[in-house]
């Protein structure tokens, strides 16, 4: 039997079958690595979400540290000194949940006393100085002669994460 060469070069058959696979492993391919971004995707989403949620945490501490200044700004706490004067709590939700940690000092002149309330490290011992009593701001309302403003720095930290969040905040006094 003699063999064709011309024959077996222009034989088609199983062409189909060769290109079939060769298509299905790209579209696999293609499939996998949808899959791989979206899943990629997903995590990125989660990661925000909870990024977000700690900061919304730690901003509803520094905000029920504001509406509720009664519960630190006390007379303990305006009898201590002004380098001493701190305060610290955490903020829950009605399902006595942790929201946030707070910590609460005075803000006042580093050149008048020692600066580390919290500890050498502590983020809530690092913000800008002034003194902590002056006369009020112009725009407040309060008359200068008959009115003094303390200010104090409000901490609030996320506990599951690294937010951290900062005010200055000012309650105004009546000299006499």
């Given at each position: ?79 201590e ?61 309060f008359s ?33």
């Amino acid at each position: 039997m003699k063999y064709d060469f011309e024959n077996t070069i222009n034989n088609k058959s199983g062409f189909l079958l060769v290109s079939a696979i060769f298509i299905m492993a790209i579209l696999l391919i293609a499939g996998l690595a949808i899959v791989q971004m979206s899943s990629t995707e997903v995590k990125t989403s989660r990661s925000e979400q909870v990024i977000a949620m700690d900061f919304y945490n730690a901003e509803a501490g520094i905000i029920e540290a504001m509406d509720n200044y009664a519960v630190w700004l006390d007379n303990d706490y305006l009898l201590e000194s002004i380098d001493a004067a701190s305060f610290e709590d955490d903020v829950e939700n009605m399902d006595n949940e942790v929201l946030a940690h707070v910590q609460i000092r005075n803000i006042y002149d580093p050149d008048s006393a020692v600066n580390d309330v919290f500890g050498s490290d502590d983020p809530a011992d690092d913000f800008p100085f002034q003194e902590h009593i002056a006369p009020p701001p112009s725009e407040s309302g309060f008359s200068m002669v008959e009115f003094d403003a303390r200010r104090y720095a409000i901490t609030s930290t996320a506990p599951d994460s690294n937010s951290k969040i900062q005010t200055g905040a000012y309650k105004v006094f009546n000299k006499f």
